[in-house]
């Protein structure tokens, strides 16, 4: 997948280019779906498909206060949707100058004069531009005079529930990280960086890796069974996410025990994947009850972990064709 990170960046029109446009937050099944239909279409026409999305989030800048944790990285939703197989992804930065482009001019100047559009593939609920004024019936009007067909889609989901990032978001702040693989596809993952923390671990017994992360979306306060990746290799492990009530801390941490894992971790890059959720966080009396928990909690987690496979990326199953 050719990515452009700006619109000046695409020198000439492309090859008969099917396109979709959206943020594309979490790269759920939904989304999968979406770019199924335009890799489809685009080989009906010969030509190629393109991912039209944004950098920051648009209400990042619009409406900060309202701006949700987004589920992935942007570099992880990059490889999300290269994943996905599609030819080419516009990541357009999103600026108040960019806001105020009316629809009617971005389609002109952009979809149709530099790309070269022959088809827009879009969700049943999805407008663009300034008030959202690029709406189905607009698109479609404007599609007619400009020589590009619209297709809209109807509500993506798995026949129990519509794919949707606001869901997914929810399952996992709840701590339902099992859950949550249907609409996604995959095991929730966050990567990050092992920093010092206060060691309380190493005293109690299990040793852990202290991990800073740039994921804005972390699962809810509990204990979770997880899958760690270090290099190339894969380990079980247990990982906490609290304030540590026992001890009275202030501040979040996100504390991963890697089973049978004896080195130096300091300033190494891990990537965890979320299993299933053991227990909530909980306040222990003191450090020999907390002890005495935190065993419990690993061996739940091991046999938990025995026989279960990290999913990194599963296509979905009903693939929109038609």
């Known amino acids: 997948m050719k990515i452009y990170r700006s619109i000046e960046e695409i020198a000439e029109p492309l090859t008969n280019p099917v396109v979709t446009i959206g943020n594309f937050d979490g790269?759920?099944?939904?989304?999968?779906?979406?770019?199924?239909?335009?890799?489809?279409?685009?080989?009906?026409?010969?030509?190629?498909?393109?991912?039209?999305?944004?950098?920051?989030?648009?209400?990042?800048?619009l409406a900060p206060?309202?701006?949700?944790?987004?589920?992935?990285?942007?570099?992880?939703?990059?490889?999300?949707?290269a994943a996905s197989g599609v030819d080419y992804l516009l990541t357009i930065?999103?600026?108040?100058?960019?806001?105020?482009?009316?629809?009617a001019d971005f389609v002109r100047d952009t979809l149709v004069r530099r790309i070269g559009i022959k088809k827009l593939v879009i969700g049943y609920d999805y407008a663009f531009g300034h008030n959202?004024?690029?709406?189905?019936?607009?698109?479609?009007?404007?599609?007619?005079e400009l020589g590009f067909a619209v297709e809209v889609l109807e509500p993506l989901g798995d026949g129990n529930s519509i794919y949707s990032s606001s869901k997914v978001r929810q399952q996992i702040e709840s701590g339902d990280v099992r859950g949550v693989v249907p609409l996604l596809g995959r095991h929730f993952t966050i990567g990050g960086s092992v920093v010092h923390g206060f060691h309380r671990g190493k005293g109690l017994g299990f040793p852990?890796?202290?991990?800073?992360?740039?994921?804005?979306?972390?699962?809810?306060?509990?204990?979770?069974?997880?899958?760690?990746?270090?290099?190339?290799?894969?380990?079980?492990?247990?990982?906490?996410?609290?304030?540590?009530?026992?001890?009275?801390?202030a501040k979040r941490s996100i504390e991963v025990f890697i089973f049978d894992f004896d080195g130096d971790l300091y300033g190494r890059e891990l990537r965890v994947y979320f299993m299933d959720k053991i227990r909530n966080e909980q306040k222990f009396p003191d450090a020999a009850a907390l002890q005495k928990a935190i065993a419990a909690d690993v061996a739940?987690?091991?046999?938990?972990?025995?026989?279960?496979?990290?999913?990194?990326?599963?296509d979905s199953p009903e693939k929109v064709e038609s």
């Open 65 to 81: 206060e309202r701006s949700p944790r987004l589920i992935n990285t942007y570099p992880e939703k990059e490889t999300l949707i």
């Open 208 to 249: 852990t890796a202290n991990l800073v992360t740039d994921q804005e979306l972390i699962p809810g306060y509990g204990v979770y069974a997880v899958k760690v990746k270090l290099g190339e290799s894969v380990y079980d492990g247990a990982c906490n996410i609290g304030d540590n009530p026992t001890f009275d801390a």
């Open 132 to 144: 959202r004024q690029g709406n189905a019936d607009f698109l479609r009007q404007l599609g007619g």
């Open 300 to 314: 739940k987690c091991r046999e938990l972990l025995r026989t279960a496979a990290i999913i990194e990326y599963r």
């Open 27 to 61: 790269v759920h099944l939904g989304h999968r779906q979406i770019f199924h239909r335009i890799k489809y279409a685009a080989a009906a026409l010969g030509g190629v498909s393109l991912v039209i999305t944004f950098i920051p989030h648009p209400l990042k800048v």
């Open 93 to 103: 930065p999103f600026t108040m100058g960019f806001a105020a482009i009316a629809a």
